[in-house]
Every structure is written in structure tokens, then in C-alpha cells.
């Protein structure tokens, strides 16, 4: 699986756009890019994933750029509540026996995010 | 709410006391994961099982057992436990199941285990 790179640790202003940076320069073309995080003990919570175009949902946007080694998570307007560990995770797509499945997720030490007041 | 539900939240053993980590999921979903997290550390994968009736090691499986009992639960079991097994237990599914629209794990709010 494909390694990746994170700072460890960023500051964003309440209300302010937090973009939180993914090397993942040995990504293959099979796998996709998933954006998790961890909001103190609880357990690691979906946001986002992608192959290779940009994505939105309700809860961020992923660039992923064109050659795919490297890719930011952007929460548009960040709350207290988004300060959390984040974690980019490159993962790939298997077909097994009973249909697709997906392979296993490798967690790194992730981005810790401290949104300030 | 649908999701994944770990069961106990919290327990302490002593040292080589055995137990068992339930977990059950009720989104369909074929693949089920067994993760620890030690202090300020991310992370790492104990077993999974790919689908109903399979399971393989992940990163760091020894002194761990699991079963998957049908497509819904999925046990972890310390037969011995040691002060090494304290940490931060979650499970986790993932895969194809009814109205699923992300592809991504669903986890569990997790277990905390101490050993003494």
C-alpha cells in the first residue's frame, strides 16, 4: 500500500478555511485517497474519498492534483468542533469472490488540527 | 441508529485473565475489522475478516484470537492478557451493504481495556 506523509500538526482560526495537506507520491492507480478523523477517544469518522477527480460533500472538499501524488482536505469554514486528528489514507480496490470489496485501511500518525476561537 | 456497537465500553482485567471483545454491525456490510490504539499512537490493525467465514492477521495479531461468528458479529478474544494489551479497542465494517453510499469503515466508539 502507498505510504503517506502528513504534517503532524496545524492551526486554523474559527471561521477560516483549514487545509490540511496528503503526499502520497507513491500512489497507484488503483488506489483512492480517504480522508478520516478523530475526535478525541472516539472512534475515526468517515469525511471523504476520491480516485482521482475533486470531491465535495457536506462536510469538506478533497483536491486531489493531477498526477495524484499529492492532495488537500479543505474544511470551508472551520468550528471549534473540527479540532481532531486527521488522517489521509491511501487504499486500494480489491474484487474478491463475493463482489468488490475494498482493502484494508493503514492509519500514519495523521494531522492533529486545533481550530482556535 | 445503524452503526457499529462494541460491547463492554470499559474493562479491567488482571494479568492473565481471558476475555472477549464483542462487536456487531448492522449495515450489511461483508468486512469487519479489529483496530488498537495505545496512547498518542494511530492506529493499527489486530485481525479482519474480509467476508463471512474468512479471517487474516493484520499488523499486530499476537496474543489475539478472533471469530467471525456470522456476517453481523465479529469477537476478539485475549486468551492471556498482559499490561502490553492495555489500550483503546475499535471495531470497525466496511463493504457493499444496503443503501451504502461511501465505501469507507464505519467504526465503533471503542473499548477500554486496562490490564493490571
Known amino acids: 500500500d502507498a505510504k503517506t506523509t502528513q504534517p503532524p500538526s496545524m492551526d486554523c482560526a474559527e471561521g477560516r478555511a483549514a487545509n490540511l495537506p496528503c503526499n502520497h507520491s507513491t500512489i497507484s492507480g488503483n488506489e483512492y485517497v480517504y480522508w478520516y478523523r478523530q475526535i478525541h477517544s472516539q472512534g475515526p469518522q468517515y469525511i471523504i474519498h476520491?480516485?482521482?477527480n475533486n470531491e465535495t460533500n457536506e462536510m469538506a472538499s478533497l483536491i486531489i492534483t493531477e498526477d495524484r501524488k499529492s492532495s488537500t482536505l479543505i474544511l470551508p469554514h472551520a468550528t471549534l468542533r473540527d479540532t481532531a486528528v486527521y488522517y489521509c489514507i491511501v487504499r486500494p480496490r480489491a474484487a474478491n469472490a463475493g463482489g468488490t470489496s475494498y482493502g484494508k485501511l493503514t492509519f500514519g500518525q495523521g494531522t492533529i488540527l486545533t481550530v482556535h476561537p | 441508529n445503524a452503526g457499529v456497537t462494541q460491547t463492554p465500553k470499559f474493562q479491567v482485567l488482571k494479568t492473565g485473565q481471558s476475555m472477549t471483545l464483542q462487536c456487531a454491525q448492522d449495515?450489511?456490510?461483508?468486512?469487519m475489522y479489529w483496530y488498537r490504539q495505545d496512547p498518542g499512537m494511530g492506529l493499527r490493525l489486530i485481525y479482519y475478516s474480509a467476508s463471512e467465514g474468512t479471517t487474516d492477521k493484520g499488523e499486530v495479531p499476537n496474543g489475539y484470537n478472533v471469530s467471525r461468528l456470522n456476517k453481523r458479529e465479529f469477537s476478539l478474544r485475549l486468551e492471556s492478557a498482559a499490561p502490553s494489551q492495555t489500550s483503546v479497542y475499535f471495531c470497525?465494517?466496511?463493504?457493499?451493504?444496503?443503501?451504502?453510499?461511501?465505501?469507507?469503515?464505519?467504526f465503533g466508539s471503542g473499548t477500554r481495556l486496562t490490564v493490571v
Open positions: 476520491g480516485l482521482k
Open positions: 449495515m450489511n456490510h461483508n468486512s
Open positions: 470497525a465494517s466496511s463493504g457493499l451493504g444496503s443503501g451504502a453510499t461511501n465505501y469507507g469503515y464505519t
